[in-house]
């Protein structure tokens, strides 16, 4: 069993409608959609936007369905200038930026009840999704670190500070909650993010133009790696 995690109805409505069998059951307030897609046995939801959303349904789903691998799915801003809109982001490990009890001693993203700053992804489904991308005409993929936080990033000083304190590059606000999640139950996650944004001072209108872009790539990478774990 697989659990495919998307914040936003633009980033899972279209991978729900693709699974074949579907049963649905709400379950704490997250409508989950079970199935077959792609040959692989899945259930998929909308967990909400920010790290407290995702975090609740992603336990929810561990609780109740018990997957082995999680993935999380969407889209999120470039942190990376090699990373343009419709490209992919492959976290191999995420971070939580907004993270930060560095005023009592701690390194800024340190969570401390786990004592982790960050939290690594599958390898295996990190080499499938990268190969998946690189066979993906006009898409360039790249493998690195993810920094999600309570907040849309839309400022180059902000964009800045997380690249210099963790060389992420992709920011989003769910993927740090989910993997989170993931490690304390001890199931396998990956985090993948198509490019909508530059995560600077022109965001709001890049991602407004191209999110449906985004959203539709990390859709079709995302079911083309189906047919592959």
Same mark, same amino acid.
């Given at each position: 069993m697989i659990g495919i995690l998307g914040a936003m109805s633009v980033e899972i409505d279209e991978i729900k409608s693709r699974i074949e069998g579907k049963t649905i059951?709400? /379950?704490g307030g997250f409508e989950f959609v %079970?199935?077959?897609l792609r040959g692989k046995e899945v259930v998929a939801a909308e967990c909400g936007i920010g790290k407290v959303n995702a975090a609740v349904c992603a336990q929810t789903l561990i609780l109740t369905y018990k997957p082995d691998l999680v993935i999380n799915v969407g889209v999120g801003g470039s942190l990376n200038p090699a990373l343009r809109y419709g490209d992919m982001a492959i976290a191999d490990r995420v971070v939580q930026h907004d993270f930060d009890t560095s005023p009592i001693g701690d390194s800024v993203g340190l969570v401390a009840t786990v004592n982790k700053t960050y939290? @690594?992804?599958d390898p295996e489904t990190v080499a499938c999704v990268k190969a998946v991308a690189d066979e993906m005409e006009g898409i360039h993929a790249m493998v690195g670190t993810i920094a999600s936080g309570d907040q849309f990033v839309? @400022?180059?000083? /902000? %964009?800045a500070r997380i690249v210099k304190n963790f060389g992420a590059i992709s920011c989003e606000m769910e993927g740090g909650a989910?993997?989170?999640a993931c490690y304390l139950a001890g199931v396998k996650c990956a985090v993948i993010r198509s490019i909508s944004d530059n995560a600077d001072d022109g965001s709001t209108s890049d991602y407004g133009?191209? /999110?449906k872009l985004a959203a539709e790539h990390s859709t079709e990478v995302l079911c083309r790696v189906m047919e592959r774990l």
């Open positions: 059951e709400t /379950v %079970k199935g077959m939290f @690594d992804c839309a @400022d180059a000083a /902000v %964009k989910i993997s989170h133009q191209f /999110v």
